[in-house]
């Protein structure tokens, strides 16, 4: 599976992007795909995850209410719509896919059980 993730940007705190992660290679259908993030001179975590069914979705705290991860099946494509943009979710954000049959959402959270992995597209917030 090849993954390239888009529409990052800069934007003003309290702006919204929509990031994108297409698929190709391979359907997105029966894999479980995440977003991470990176900030200068810190470890990669996990922003949000969305299980292969769709059914399951994980927010880490300091997102939630804010961003949302949806699935489209037919464009083989997961967004990351981010609103209230904070200076502090400033980063690279990373999209990536893992053939993870779990049904629980938190079971599917470690970087370390993702197996592809887009490039990347940088975020910055501005204060």
């Known amino acids: 599976v090849q993954l390239q993730a888009s529409g990052g940007g800069l934007v003003q705190a309290g702006g919204s992007l929509r990031l994108s992660c297409e698929a190709s290679g391979r359907t997105f259908r029966n894999y479980a795909v995440g977003w991470f993030r990176q900030a200068p001179g810190k470890e990669r975590k996990t922003v949000a995850v969305?299980?292969?069914?769709?059914?399951?979705?994980y927010y880490t705290d300091s997102v939630k209410g804010r961003f949302t991860i949806s699935r489209d099946t037919a464009k083989n494509t997961v967004h990351l719509q981010m609103n209230s943009l904070k200076p502090e979710d400033t980063a690279v954000y990373y999209c990536?896919?893992?053939?993870?049959?779990?049904?629980?959402?938190?079971?599917?959270?470690?970087?370390?059980?993702?197996?592809?992995w887009g490039q990347g597209t940088l975020v910055t917030v501005s204060s």
């Open positions: 969305i299980t292969w069914s769709g059914g399951g979705i």
């Open positions: 990536a896919a893992g053939s993870l049959k779990q049904w629980e959402a938190s079971e599917v959270t470690s970087t370390d059980q993702y197996d592809y």
